[in-house]
């Protein structure tokens, strides 16, 4: 079993930045992938970031490419989503996820085995 746990959300103003971090715990080591995924009110929950295992491959929406990135420090069992320029529509609940299996599906959430609880990101106009 992995359990994750987000931090950092909050409330920004348009062009503001955050930084999201989570932790895992548990069985760590079985971890392969690791995602970042958002959910805003009357939506399905969409794709925001991944990275590979080893950190060295990352993938991102469309919506964020250029504005967000994500690292993970496996050494910590940490991955971290920094946001920059951002905007109203970018507010939603943002959820950490990992896979214990090798994909190249970076994208589906099928793709992910444990889900953390989700934190918070409000961006005012």
């Known amino acids: 079993q992995v359990q994750l746990v987000e931090s950092g959300g909050g409330l920004v103003q348009a062009g503001g930045s955050l930084r999201l971090s989570c932790a895992a715990s548990?069985?760590?080591?079985?971890?392969?992938?690791m995602a970042w995924f958002r959910q805003a009110p009357g939506k399905e929950r969409e794709f925001v970031a991944a990275?590979?295992?080893?950190?060295?491959?990352?993938y991102y929406a469309d919506s964020v490419k250029g504005r967000f990135t994500i690292s993970r420090d496996n050494a910590k069992s940490t991955v971290d989503l920094q946001m920059n320029s951002l905007k109203p529509e970018d507010t939603a609940v943002y959820y950490c996820?990992?896979?214990?299996?090798?994909?190249?599906?970076?994208?589906?959430?099928?793709?992910?085995?444990?889900w953390g609880q989700g934190t918070q990101v409000t961006v005012s106009s």
């Open positions: 996820a990992a896979g214990i299996s090798s994909s190249s599906t970076y994208s589906r959430r099928e793709t992910y085995d444990y």
């Open positions: 548990g069985r760590t080591f079985t971890i392969w992938p």
């Open positions: 990275i590979n295992r080893n950190g060295i491959s990352t």
